[in-house]
């Protein structure tokens, strides 16, 4: 779906342009930047720094004198941790609904008077969704039914008030803060990076894999290889600072010269040789699917191209349905996974016509989650699998003179999965009480998420990723 829809503010198209430069590998020009913007995660290497040598850039990324790489190596990481993976090793999904989706209407207190005062024309109507089964004085988005369908079963926690003390809502940084996890412009990995940093394996670039076809900065890390396709079909090993077209010929062309030096003479060029050939094994380790998500058209079932027999919603403007799609079916098959990010093609940055977007934009979200979680549930592996959805903030109480909203703070996150603790964390932020600025008071930090989410899902001391991440609480994520 085109990120250029006429309800954006111009923060967020002037975010997203630079976001795309950055991943291109160029620098933006000066009157696009602002320096008191954070770079985002993984995207600080000059471009020039890899073209100078392509060999040796691809050795720095995967670390042949940094983490020791040598001859089948990574090919054998691979197989090792496909082997893991028979022993339910968990799998975390973060999906980002990009530019600060309305929790208001997401879960919204229908029948409220001071609501309907604060939203005359964008008010959810009492009786038009599906009442929130802790809390029957609040209503689901009727776009949003699948998901509420899914939180009655128990199987999605809700995050009603999330964000963080004094949040900064700009589009661009707000969003590298939740990517980085801390409310810091210096961090340059990812909060994922890093867990899979300390954590993860030197040999196994399938464990963070992004399905943005570019570098997810939440996935961004410092030492440990990670991956990045837009479908199976699509697979790229992520070259630092280099992205596109650029990055997929010199991996074919790296792979293909490490394949003939790999048994060369000399030392120095056998061990980069070989890992660059070890590339060309990670991409054909997603092969098998190549004739399969080449024909995923949107507008059709992409469950059904992925050998599933749930049916994903029909889209032909947005990746989200196929995407999931071949994840689950990534899954099945083994693929080493551990870490997975992606973004969705639609928007939410809605300040006018905001139903335009959001209905159709929830309605999608939702019915490709709950697929997404039917696909796993009949392939067997839904207990293996936690998504997690996020937004950098949430909008404005009061509607703007525009049938949309404008930037706010308090957001709404959800958990999904077979093992949540099903319900809601925290309180729904009271509109009787909206901070000076007639945003909703936040009541749950995201950090304390991701540290839950560390330490209870994949059982690693958060202290290690999340900045400070003692003072922030810890709730009740898995059932």
Known sequence: MSEERPNHCDGFARSQAIRRVLASGRKPVAREWDSR?????????????????????????????????????????????????????PILVSLFLQGGVDSLSLLAPAGDPLYEKLRPKLAVAPGSGVPFREDPSLTWHPSATSIANLHNAGKVLVFPGIGYTDEDMSHFTSRHYWEVGATSAELSTGWLGRYIDVAGDATNPLQGLSLDGQMNPTLATARHPVAAIDQPDNFAVWVNGVWGNAAEWTLETAAAIGDKQRSWHDAAIRQVAGAASEVGIVRRTLKPWSHLSGSADNSTNPGAIYGSSVSYPASSNDDLPARLAG?????????????????????????????????????????????????????????????????????????????????????????????????????????????????????????????????????????????????????????
Not at 41 to 69: E, P, Q, S
Not at 348 to 367: C, P
Not at 451 to 475: C, K, M, N, T
């Open 37 to 89: 913007m954070p770079m985002p995660a993984g995207m600080g290497i000059d471009r020039r720094r890899f073209l100078t040598g392509a060999i040796g850039g691809m050795a720095m990324v995967y670390g042949a004198g940094r983490v020791g790489l040598t001859d089948g190596m990574l090919g054998d990481g691979i197989a090792r941790a496909a082997t893991l993976q028979k022993r339910n090793s």
């Open 327 to 479: 994840l689950a079916s990534m899954i099945a098959h083994g693929v080493p996974l551990k870490c997975v990010a992606l973004t969705t093609g639609v928007q939410f940055d809605t300040h006018s016509s905001q139903t335009t977007t959001f209905d159709a934009g929830v309605k999608l979200v939702s019915d490709s989650l709950a697929a997404f979680q039917a696909d796993l549930e009949t392939r067997g592996i839904d207990q293996r699998v936690l998504v997690h959805v996020w937004s950098e903030f949430g909008r404005r109480a009061q509607e703007n003179g525009s049938d949309g909203t404008d930037h706010g703070a308090a957001g709404t996150s959800l958990l999904i999965g077979s093992r949540v603790n099903g319900g809601m964390v925290g309180e729904f932020p009271s509109l009787g009480r909206l901070d000076a600025n007639g945003n909703q008071v936040v009541n749950v930090d995201f950090r304390g998420v991701y540290a839950s989410l560390l330490e209870q899902w994949f059982h690693h001391d958060a202290r290690s990723v999340i900045p400070g991440a003692r003072r922030f609480p810890r709730y009740k994520l898995i059932a």
